[in-house]
């Protein structure tokens, strides 16, 4: 069965850290890019962070500087790193991954998805 199931989302005050983490089954990340995505109420899914298959990190310019993408192919896991988080931070996040070894930002680029997991950040 292929899945993609997110965890450590919650509830942070501004200024906090969380950290989530990707866990695939069924399919591979290591030779795809992977990344990041999140929805907020009465908003478009959006690009956050993604890493391609040689672990080039790209991301969003409202995460520039904040968070950081890894991959651990050992563990076939994803994780992002969020520091200095802001209320505006706040959203469903997704991982998925894509069919291609260096995929765009664009979520039409992305195969397969999780199921999400909630980061809710408090002023």
């Known amino acids: 069965q292929v899945q993609l199931v997110e965890s450590g989302g919650g509830l942070v005050q501004a200024g906090g850290s969380l950290r989530l983490s990707c866990a695939a089954s069924?399919?591979?990340?290591?030779?795809?890019?992977t990344g990041w995505f999140r929805q907020a109420p009465g908003k478009e899914r959006e690009f956050v962070a993604r890493?391609?298959?040689?672990?080039?990190?790209y991301y969003s310019d409202s995460v520039k500087g904040r968070f950081t993408i890894s991959r651990d192919n050992a563990k076939n896991t994803l994780a992002l790193q969020m520091n200095s988080l802001k209320p505006e931070d706040t959203a469903v996040y997704y991982c998925?991954?894509?069919?291609?070894?260096?995929?765009?930002?664009?979520?039409?680029?992305?195969?397969?998805w999780g199921q999400g997991t909630q980061v809710t950040v408090s002023s």
């Open positions: 069924g399919l591979t990340l290591s030779s795809y890019a």
């Open positions: 998925a991954r894509s069919m291609s070894s260096s995929a765009s930002p664009r979520v039409t680029d992305y195969n397969y």
């Open positions: 890493i391609s298959s040689y672990g080039s990190t």
